[in-house]
Nanobody, 124 residues
């Protein structure tokens, strides 16, 4: 099964920034909606952001709206999540996945081909 690969996680202080990347080598991400999710220890997986394949429309969770930006780079077959003004509450493993649904979604069961994730830790 084709799998996505995330990168760009790390340690950062509150107020800092990170850019996560989601890449796939065996299929074209542009054909799919791409979602970013996160899961903190002891918590359920949470949909953070999504970008649609049809019109580029986007979804953001309320907790990250205004701080995170999702984007595509068709030439590099990648999707990015720019995370600014990071907070300790953003600490989690961040994963990307694909959906072939009609538009953006934050519901994990609608997504597949999950990557292994990248750890983001915001510490003070």
């Amino acid at each position: 099964q084709v799998q996505l690969v995330e990168s760009g996680g790390g340690l950062v202080q509150p107020g800092g920034s990170l850019r996560l990347s989601c890449a796939a080598s065996a299929f074209t991400l542009d054909y799919y909606n791409i979602g970013w999710f996160r899961q903190a220890p002891g918590k359920e997986r949470e949909g953070v952001s999504c970008i649609s394949s049809s019109d580029g429309s986007t979804y953001y969770a309320v907790s990250v709206k205004g701080r995170f930006t999702i984007s595509r780079d068709k030439a590099k077959n990648a999707v990015y999540l720019q995370m600014n003004d990071l907070e300790p509450e953003d600490t989690a493993v961040y994963s990307c996945a694909v959906s072939a649904g009609p538009g953006t979604s934050s519901d994990p069961p609608e997504f597949s081909n999950w990557g292994p994730g990248t750890q983001v830790t915001v510490y003070s």
